[in-house]
């Protein structure tokens, strides 16, 4: 490397094959306990039903599987091991204590259908976190149920639905800005509503004179995420809610970006009829390689006939419990009553936070991506001068002049011992390099990062091929994508 | 780029060459240079209907999506095979790599649609932008 | 606060860097009338011994050291310590999505290992990286088929988890989706006939549940043979994936949609847990979710990507086969460690100590309440009847720390006095005759109490 770092040198990782390769029959990491009933004639009880082979199940050893996983591990980068700066991602720190208290034995081994008298502790835990999430956000009343912030899009925009059935007309399309995450559109396809696109104005945010014209009694809602993918507030947003509104319609806010609000300002104080939060993005539940996440859906008081079902009540002798009858329920959205593990893991994040530990960290992030700005903004275009609130978004624009481009830089920062940031996204700003440090970020590690990222503009100018090829210290370099998309291989099968 | 003359050229980058009332679809160099490498090819069944302007199927690279608009209604006759298990071949040969085929509703839908020297001129200016 | 990295010094720091003088400064841009002048109303800032505290009291509300009975799409199986060791590693379990290829290697290869795995034991030919769980995987799966087929109708078993079907109901409402239910039969298994006449050309999909909501192995064979004779696509939920060790999997069924909880997820209240979705791979276009594939890299080595993403929302946006983005990829990690500790051998041995410790109970809790379904294989599940509300048995039960089986009259009234069991590994032989003593002593004094008004009437 020309610049050396400061963070990160190269390090030995170990090879290791599929697991399938390391297997063979005989071996084994298992023991039962010996059977305490008599033991059953298999052919008898399942007759033609019985499966005589499991195919190419792998057989290995206990330190086999600890050595495998382990090997696997070493190879991704992580939060615990540092920045992971991707924007709309919110990659913060994930405590420990919160892993601790999902395994607590009671919480852990609770069954769904256990009767209400003995499921009082996690009847509790869920009332607690939505008491919680209705103060935070500023709105009437939660489900929990939703296992992610897609599932809670879908589950909010059918409340919208059946809001509107019950005026007499469920419309037909919702309203989407052109910098919005991709879930919006997939979302409102799922519930059958049309998708129009809402341009942005020159300063990244709601073209209100866009939204006075388009809408109109066809339109059930707006989709809006603030702030913004562009890390914007929409400061118009008190006229944005009032011009859906007077038209009957409806503001739906993606909670995506919630962490710049927290403590700060509350979503249903600035006319959001509807929302889901991420709670593996604001409320710390370990993002875990792609899952699993959390999406509860807050409302007004409006919408609440249309929760689904069961939805926790106070019941006359104080005790808690579910109701299932309500009749204008859009019904459920999953099974039982949502990812309840990560329930008690941003229950206690609150916690640990109390009032004036949430509203910290959101000044912390805020500032971060500010600073972040600041030291960046002389060596990166900045599509958009607007204020930054918890992410900032430059593009790849001075960079591409010699060829390279956002995917290429941040490839590069995995040599300089980063994770990315955020590529080609916002749709809005070509070249996008979207970049959300969180309040987890001390400041050394802060200026680590733009001393990285300076250090790559000028290999750009001085030697891009070197920022071209990147990475240069992974244990596989850039993997052919095309060729793994034109001829599929999904499974391993023994001889390849 | 030269653009071959034999055929006319829409401004979604499709190309269409006609012989009598059936014609042959395919998709430009240039689209195919801006789409990359391309991984999966969707096209419709024999026997389907095309309408001018409308999609009829997609072109995929590993991380876009582009849809397929016919310059010219008619029925399809013939659907390149060859494409469900080389999609490469569009990348090597987008010229000569058709796609479908199909029987001209009304064959004078192709005077609306570009020459190759208008067709270049069109697409020097989209890539100025 | 003990998760901020930031002295006073640091911040009054970056914010000179800035040009700022106060740090409510940064939040000029949001419009004073809507800025919070209060605490949030949320619990004080607590120390880490007082939050475990707390959540340890919650634990001994809620049935802390009971023995179970209950099953119903979520399974009490013994957890191999090694699982929550390894999930642990911060590599694992502070990890994002494997968008970065590079950096996500140990990510994708233990998911491509877990999309092996899962086709090895479901007899498909691919399967994706996991949905949310078996409810939403089922009925995505049933989307997935009207998508395939053109087709709208969709024909769904009255012995389907009654949870799954409310939520295709919800996601078929507006899809303009009929569904149509079929009942079952005295075996508890989908009554054929009524099926036939059910499905027509029509028909996009059959949803069937094979071990049934009842624990009953349906004859899958027979129902695709209907489905298929219909140009319909049989898809097959799957909530116990244990018994895929010692059942054979529904060989013809064009999609399984199924709950992996069994292999070493927590039960934890109802989730998380890890549905999937395998299936041909002629299909493979329409799928929802991830997908690991496997590809080299530009020295030619072997490495993994997240592969056929045209599919998704982040590129089709409104066109895309579903809007799933987040899904449970640490739940897969620990259903992966899970089928790979016990492999081959040990998931069929796993399974047949289940089996037996269901007929084992079936047969004792059938000498005293009246055994349903008795002539169809059960995996580790069984109905019985009893003379007395099974709420009222359960209720006594409690009184020996122990949770009797689901009562069924919420879902299935017809069933009346009937309730759901489950036995599995962990169930001990102690447990099952306390179980089946408390229930033959509420039928004897059912029986006596009816004697005695046979008694009354024959003296009057």
């Known amino acids: 490397m020309k610049h050396m770092t400061r963070k990160a040198t190269r390090h030995v990782n170990q090879n290791e094959g599929l697991i399938f390769e390391k297997s063979s029959a005989g071996k084994g990491a298992w023991k039962l306990p010996p059977l305490d009933v008599p033991e059953v004639d298999t052919k008898k009880l399942l007759g033609s039903s019985e499966r005589k082979d499991l195919g190419n199940m792998p057989e290995v050893s206990e330190i086999e599987i600890i050595r495998h996983f382990t090997r696997l591990s070493t190879w991704n980068y992580a939060i615990d091991l540092g920045m992971y700066p991707l924007g709309s991602c919110t990659m913060k720190y994930n405590p420990r204590v919160n892993e601790h208290v999902a395994r607590v034995e009671g919480l852990a081994d609770g069954h769904p259908y256990q009767p209400e008298k003995v499921s009082q502790g996690a009847l509790r835990i869920l009332q607690t976190l939505s008491e919680c999430l209705i103060d935070i956000t500023g709105m009437d009343a939660i489900t929990l149920q939703p296992a992610a912030g897609a599932h809670g899009e879908m589950t909010g925009l059918l409340m919208v639905r059946a809001y509107h059935q019950s005026k007499g007309n469920a419309r037909k399309k919702i309203l989407i800005p052109d910098s919005a995450h991709g879930t919006n559109p997939a979302t409102a396809a799922m519930v059958n509503y049309a998708v129009e696109n809402l341009k942005s104005d020159a300063r990244g945010m709601v073209d209100v004179a866009a939204l006075e014209s388009q809408m109109n009694e066809d339109v059930a809602a707006l989709m809006l995420t603030n702030p913004n993918t562009l890390g914007v507030f929409e400061q118009q947003i008190h006229k944005i809610a009032d011009i859906l509104h007077a038209k009957g319609g409806l503001l739906y806010m993606d909670g995506a970006n919630m962490n710049a609000l927290v403590g700060k300002v509350r979503p249903g104080d600035f006319g959001v009829d509807v929302m889901h939060l991420n709670l593996h993005k604001t409320f710390s539940t370990p993002h875990g390689g792609g899952g699993p996440g959390s999406g509860p859906v807050a409302i007004k008081k409006s919408l609440e006939p249309f929760l689904p079902t069961p939805v926790v009540i106070a019941k006359p002798d104080g005790t808690l419990g579910f109701e299932y009858n309500r009749p204008k329920s859009v019904g459920r959205v999953r099974a039982f009553y949502g990812n309840f593990g990560m329930f008690v893991r941003a229950l206690a994040y609150i916690m640990a936070n109390g009032p004036d530990g949430l509203r910290q960290t959101t000044e912390d992030a805020v500032l971060n991506a500010n600073y972040m700005r600041k030291g960046l903004e002389a060596t990166y275009d900045l599509p958009y001068s607007t204020p930054t609130m918890h992410e900032v978004v430059f593009s790849d624009k001075l960079q591409a002049k010699n060829g390279v481009r956002t995917m290429d830089i941040a490839k590069r920062l995995i040599d300089y011992g980063f994770h990315p940031y955020t590529t080609a996204f916002p749709l809005i700003v070509p070249g996008a390099m979207m970049i959300e440090p969180t309040e987890s970020e001390s400041k050394e590690e802060m200026d680590l990062f733009i001393e990285a990222m300076t250090s790559i503009a000028e290999e750009v100018q001085e030697d891009p091929q070197l920022v071209l090829d990147a990475p240069h210290s992974t244990r596989v370099s850039r993997l052919d994508e095309t060729a793994a998309a034109r001829k599929p291989v999904l499974r391993w099968k023994p001889g390849n | 780029m030269a653009y071959p003359i034999d055929r006319k050229y829409t401004k979604e980058h499709e190309w269409i060459q006609a012989t009598g009332t059936t014609a042959a679809i395919g998709i430009t160099a240039y689209a195919q240079e801006s789409l990359g490498d391309i991984v999966f090819v969707e096209l419709p069944k024999v026997g389907a209907e095309l309408s001018a302007g409308k999609t009829f199927g997609t072109v995929e690279s590993a991380k876009a999506v582009s849809d397929l608009y016919a310059p010219a209604s008619g029925t399809v006759t013939e659907v390149n095979g060859d494409l469900a298990t080389s999609p490469e071949k569009v990348n090597k040969d987008p010229n000569g790599s058709w796609m479908v085929k199909i029987t001209l509703k009304n064959p004078s839908e192709l005077g609306a649609l570009l020459s190759a020297a208008d067709y270049e001129k069109f697409v020097a200016e989209e890539a100025g932008h | ?460």
Not at chain 3, 54 to 63: A, P, Q, V, Y
Not at chain 3, 287 to 294: A, D, H, T
Not at chain 3, 322 to 339: K, P, R, Y
Request: proline share 4%; with cysteine.
């Open chain 3, 1 to 460: 606060m003990r998760y901020l990295p930031k002295s006073p010094a640091d911040r009054e720091a970056m914010l000179k860097a800035i040009g700022l003088r106060s740090l409510d400064e940064l939040f000029a841009p949001i419009p004073a009338e809507y800025r919070l002048s209060r605490d949030l109303k949320v619990p004080r800032q607590m120390a880490e011994s007082e939050i475990v505290e707390w959540f340890k009291e919650r634990s001994r509300e809620n049935g802390e050291g009971y023995t179970s009975f209950l099953g119903a799409g979520a399974y009490f199986h013994y957890r191999p310590v090694v699982i929550d060791s390894l999930i642990s590693r911060g590599e694992f379990l502070t990890a994002y999505t494997p968008y970065q290829a590079e950096i996500s290697q140990g990510t994708l290869q233990s998911i491509f290992e877990f999309q092996t795995m899962i086709c090895e034991l479901t007899g498909m030919e691919v399967a994706n990286a996991s949905m949310y769980d078996g409810s939403t995987a089922a009925a995505e799966a049933v989307m997935m088929a009207v998508r395939l087929t053109g087709r709208r109708s969709v024909v769904v078993a009255r012995s389907l988890h009654p949870e799954y079907r409310e939520v295709l109901t919800t996601y078929a409402t507006h899809q303009g989706m009929p569904l149509a239910v079929v009942g079952f039969g005295d075996d508890g298994r989908v009554n054929l006939e009524e099926l036939a006449k059910a499905v027509s050309g029509e028909t996009a999909c059959l949803l069937i549940q094979s071990p049934n909501f009842f624990g009953t192995i349906e004859d899958a064979d027979a129902i695709a043979e209907i489905a298929h004779k219909n140009g319909a696509m049989l898809v097959v939920s799957i909530a116990e994936a244990l018994s895929l060790g010692i059942v054979e999997p529904p060989r013809h069924a064009d999609v399984i949609a199924m709950e992996a909880q069994s292999f070493g997820v927590p039960v934890a209240f109802g989730g998380p847990y890890c549905g999937v979705i395998a299936t041909r791979e002629k299909f493979v276009r329409q799928m929802p979710g991830r997908l690991v594939g496997q590809t080299t890299d530009k020295q030619g080595k072997r490495g993994f990507v997240l592969t056929l993403a045209t599919r998704e929302q982040h590129i089709r946006r409104e066109k895309a086969t579903s809007n799933i983005c987040t899904n449970q990829a640490l739940v897969a990690l620990m259903v992966n460690i899970f089928m790979t500790i016990y492999g081959k051998a040990g998931l069929r041995e796993l399974a047949k100590q289940n089996l037996a410790k269901t007929a084992y109970a079936a047969e004792q809790f059938g000498k005293q309440g009246k055994l349903l379904f008795t002539g169809a294989p059960r995996f580790n599940e069984f109905v019985v009847a009893t003379s007395e509300d099974p709420y009222a048995i359960n209720s006594r039960l409690l009184g020996h720390k122990t949770v009797g089986g689901l009562p069924l009259k919420k879902f299935f009234p017809e069933l009346g006095n009937a309730a759901l069991w489950c036995c599995t590994e962990m169930t001990t032989r102690t447990a099952i005759d306390t179980a089946v003593g408390l229930v033959a002593e509420s039928e004897s004094s059912v029986r006596s109490l009816k004697r005695e008004a046979d008694v009354e009437e024959v003296a009057r």
